[in-house]
């Protein structure tokens, strides 16, 4: 059972205990939840999936110019076969995918000094693509810093904690589209590599969770929620009390359509396990370096796609 959370609980004051509480919950049992009063106006929804379909609707030409395999900061397009999320099996994901990082420009510091993952995006010639992009990257990356005031409360944090790990995140807005199909896999199992991840879909069946105990669960459409999830960065920072869980996206029956995005720490931010979480699980680790790793096993090579 994946719960349902109200953001207004915890952004009004009305409930945060309460709110808290839930969250905690559904942090330490699957990992996952449906959240509701958000604040990410419809319009704005609606507008980024109307730009995807235009993006995606493109000549292959027009797309493999912005190749995300030719970026070394995870900007730019992903082509159908070009990833395989599940490493075991090996199997191409049949989705295609559009990535947008933090806005710099090419005069800024950080990219002139080749940062890991400081770089300018690449856009495609579409009228209103851009605009709408970052309307919603800077929406959704307002929600998820604010969630990690919740995590706080639930972890026994000082308040503000992690605000300083946010200040300039690795996040990455990824609009998604899985063609039909009747085989193969539309997304392999896999957990997500960042802190946590909040996911907008078409209504479109597919996304699957598979809790610690028992078998591949739904996991339901309720319009105008995201469904967010902890990631193994946040799983890693908690010393394993919150729990980042395998999902996959079987092939859909008709096209299937979902905007992604995926909070990662600042690059130079240290994980290490949270005070008072016990004796540490894992060594520590720069933020930049563990996403490093973690997209460098999942790219196929160029020409394999």
Not at 87 to 114: C, H, I, Q, W, Y
Request: with cysteine; glycine share 10%.
């Amino acid at each position: 059972m994946i719960p349902m959370l109200d953001w207004r609980r915890f952004a009004s004051g009305r409930d945060r205990d309460g709110f808290v509480a839930d969250l905690g919950h559904a942090c330490r049992d699957t990992g996952f939840f449906l959240l509701s009063g958000h604040g990410v106006p419809d319009a704005l929804i609606t507008s980024v999936f109307r730009q995807a379909d235009a993006f995606f609707d493109l000549p292959e030409l027009n797309k493999r110019r912005l190749d995300i395999r030719r970026n070394p900061h995870n900007r730019g397009w992903a082509a159908e076969g070009a990833e395989a999320l599940d490493e075991k099996s090996g199997m191409m994901d049949r989705k295609e995918a559009f990535n947008v990082g933090l806005d710099l420009t090419a005069d800024d510091p950080r990219v002139r000094a080749g940062e890991p993952f400081r770089g300018v995006n690449i856009w495609p010639d579409l009228p209103g693509f851009r605009q709408a992009m970052l309307a919603y990257y800077d929406a959704a990356l307002s929600l998820g810093v604010a969630l990690h005031a919740a995590f706080e409360a639930d972890l026994g944090l000082p308040k503000g904690f992690f605000a300083p790990h946010f200040s300039a995140p690795m996040a990455t807005l990824r609009a998604l589209r899985y063609p039909p199909a009747r085989d193969g896999i539309g997304a392999g199992a896999h957990t997500d590599y960042g802190s946590v991840t909040l996911l907008m879909t078409d209504g479109v069946a597919g996304l699957q969770v598979k809790p610690r105990e028992g078998g591949w669960i739904d996991v339901p459409h309720v319009p105008g929620t995201f469904v967010v999830n902890i990631g193994d960065c946040l799983m890693r920072w908690s010393n394993d009390i919150y729990v980042s869980t395998p999902h996959r996206v079987l092939p859909p029956d008709r096209p299937r359509r979902s905007i992604a995005f995926f909070l990662d720490p600042n690059p130079d931010s240290v994980i290490a396990a949270l005070p008072g979480t016990g004796a540490a699980k894992y060594p520590p680790v720069r933020g930049a370096d563990y996403l490093r790793g973690r997209l460098d096993a999942t790219y196929l090579p160029e020409g394999t796609a």
